[in-house]
Nanobody
């Protein structure tokens, strides 16, 4: 079993930055694909970013490409999401997720473990 705990959310003005972190328990973290998803009020959960088990491949939603960066530290069992140039439309609960199959996937239904989420609010 894998437990994921997100941190780093908060309130920021448009144009600002936040860094989300996800700490994972479990021995097999380094073999998992890790992803970030978000869900805004009244909307479905959507893909944000993902990183392959090795960190060698990353993938981003078009809406965040060039502004967000996903990284991982397999020695520390952590994955991070650096969010720059934030916009009000980035406001959402952000979730960390782990997929036991290590290749990058954007499909939320392929992820096996989920964190509880952290709120990000961007004011205009």
């Amino acid at each position: 079993q894998v437990q994921l705990v997100e941190s780093g959310g908060g309130l920021v003005q448009a144009g600002g930055s936040l860094r989300l972190s996800c700490a994972a328990s479990g021995r097999n973290f380094r073999s998992y694909c890790m992803g970030w998803f978000r869900q805004a009020p009244g909307k479905e959960r959507e893909f944000v970013a993902a990183i392959r088990w090795s960190g060698g491949s990353t993938y981003y939603a078009d809406s965040v490409k060039g502004r967000f960066t996903i990284t991982r530290d397999n020695a520390k069992n952590t994955v991070s999401l650096q969010m720059n140039s934030l916009k009000p439309e980035d406001t959402a609960v952000y979730y960390c997720a782990a997929d036991k199959i290590g290749a990058v996937t954007t499909n939320q239904y392929e992820y096996d473990y989920w964190g509880q989420g952290t709120q990000v609010t961007v004011s205009s």
